[in-house]
């Protein structure tokens, strides 16, 4: 069973940037389908980042486009995300999932919160918080 952690969330003016970073463990992350996902307060959870192992592709959501880049280290098993010009409306707590790349066609398709069950997991998120 894969066990995520998430870390580097904070208090960021508009403009600024932060790199959180979602440590893995119990699960090769080079196997995974690896996705960033955020919630604001009153809005539905969204996929905002996703990488498939299956194609080597990645998604990102028109919103972060351009702003936001994933990475993954894996010697240490952690994936990154790296928020550059963050805006007010980037404020959310944010979350990392993984599911086995097998069960997963497409970037895209791992940006979905509802394939992320069964059979994956989720990180406890971290806070962002754009300040204007």
């Known amino acids: 069973e894969a066990q995520l952690v998430e870390s580097g969330g904070g208090l960021v003016q508009t403009g600024g940037s932060l790199r959180l970073s979602c440590a893995a463990s119990?699960?090769?992350?080079?196997?995974?389908?690896i996705g960033w996902f955020r919630q604001a307060p009153g809005k539905e959870r969204e996929g905002i980042v996703c990488f498939s192992s299956r194609d080597d592709s990645t998604y990102y959501a028109n919103s972060v486009k351009g702003r936001f880049t994933i990475t993954r280290d894996n010697a240490k098993n952690t994936v990154y995300l790296q928020m550059n010009s963050l805006k007010p409306e980037d404020t959310a707590v944010y979350y990392c999932?993984?599911?086995?790349?097998?069960?997963?066609?497409?970037?895209?398709?791992?940006?979905?919160?509802?394939?992320?069950?069964?059979?994956?997991?989720w990180g406890q998120g971290t806070q962002v918080t754009v300040s204007s």
């Open positions: 999932a993984v599911k086995a790349g097998l069960f997963i066609d497409s970037a895209q398709a791992m940006c979905v919160e509802d394939a992320i069950a069964p059979m994956g997991y």
């Open positions: 119990g699960a090769p992350l080079e196997d995974y389908a």
